[in-house]
């Protein structure tokens, strides 16, 4: 009877523990995922994209300050600022980084090589922040946005929609990967075209002024500039010298037709940084980087601003106009 009493008593003991811990564990907090967000440029030029990944966490459950925290972090176009902002994130215990662009994905690399990064850049293979696009390797996966191959195509429609035009020329920063990987695909198609590809460098703020008046010196009639961060973050200035001297250009970022630009054509970042909130989804629930395949971008988009247009005097082909997903009147 004793022995009995005794086992009865050493399994209320248990039980009574098992249910303490229970009890503990769910009054317990459970631990609010950190984001940390990472960009070359300023908000005020990504409030589309920075939307578009909260919608994307949105749709998957995740609501910004109530189950998820996002750090934002901006370097408004000094990418030496970039490493100083990814240990700021790393020191800050975040859980994922989620950034774009060669310079952005480099710095959150070297800032740490376990926690996970989410990246949309140009070549991540060429750039050698992934082993592989099926096998990324590391703790860098993502999304590639395709620059090498788009940049011949932006000329296409840009011969296209000035067909006169002979003397075009191209903007672009030879520290930008995406940039220089376009260069070589950019002056194939303006060799196939019959074009004069004027090639016009900026590596820094203070070299804009003075690319646009070599531009003008050397009669360019319509220019394209290359992706990059550099580029994207002097929208405004590149817009207000294309207006000012009457120049049509083509754009790798539709935020440049928004904002006046005459045409864009690119990846939908939209879709893009959606796409990167599944990664991110992903990855708080365990997966690991090495096992995410880099994916392609799915959707295109190709915006021409009429108003604009008229603006500056050119007459965009009907041809043109029929093959626009957005035109801006």
């Known amino acids: 009877m004793k022995s009995m009493i005794r086992t009865i008593n050493v399994c209320l003991l248990i039980a009574a523990l098992r249910l303490t811990v229970s009890i503990a564990e769910a009054q317990e907090p459970k631990k609010v995922p950190r984001i940390g967000l990472l960009l070359p440029s300023s908000q005020s030029v990504s409030p589309l994209r920075i939307n ?32 100083d902002l990814a240990t700021e994130l790393v020191r800050l215990g975040v859980d994922v980084i989620v950034t774009t662009s060669t310079p952005g994905v480099s710095a959150a690399k070297n800032a ?55 003397r075009v020329g191209f903007l672009w920063n030879r520290l930008s990967t995406a940039a220089s990987v376009s260069l070589k ?52 200035q ?35 940084y959606r796409r990167a909130a599944i990664y991110v989804d992903k990855i708080l629930k365990g997966r690991k980087p090495p096992d995410l395949p880099v994916e392609q971008p799915t959707k295109f988009e190709f915006v021409i601003n009429l108003k604009t247009a008229k603006q500056i005097g050119v007459m965009i082909p009907p041809t043109v106009l029929a093959r626009a997903d957005k035109v801006i009147k």
């Open 52 to 83: 578009a990944f909260r919608q994307g966490l949105h749709s998957l459950g995740y609501t910004e300050g109530k189950n998820v925290v996002i750090e934002y972090r901006f370097a408004e176009g000094k990418l030496d600022r970039l490493p």
């Open 112 to 166: 740490s090589s376990t926690i996970p990064i989410v990246s949309i850049t140009a070549d991540p293979v060429a750039s050698g922040l992934v082993e592989s696009l099926a096998r990324p390797g590391g703790n860098v996966t993502g999304l590639t946005n395709l620059a090498p191959d788009l940049s011949g195509k932006r000329l296409e429609l840009l011969k296209e929609a000035v067909p006169g035009a002979t």
């Open 185 to 236: 695909p950019t002056q194939e198609t303006a060799n196939a075209l019959g074009l004069q590809l004027q090639s016009f460098e900026v590596q820094n703020t203070e070299n804009f002024d003075s690319a646009f008046q070599t531009m003008i010196r050397k009669r360019a009639q319509a220019f394209l500039t290359s992706p990059g961060p550099i580029i994207f973050s002097h929208q405004a």
């Open 238 to 272: 590149i817009i207000q010298f294309a207006a000012n001297n009457r120049l049509p250009a083509i754009y790798p970022f539709s935020e440049f037709v928004d904002s006046g630009g005459l045409m864009s054509y690119n990846p939908s970042y939209d879709d893009l």
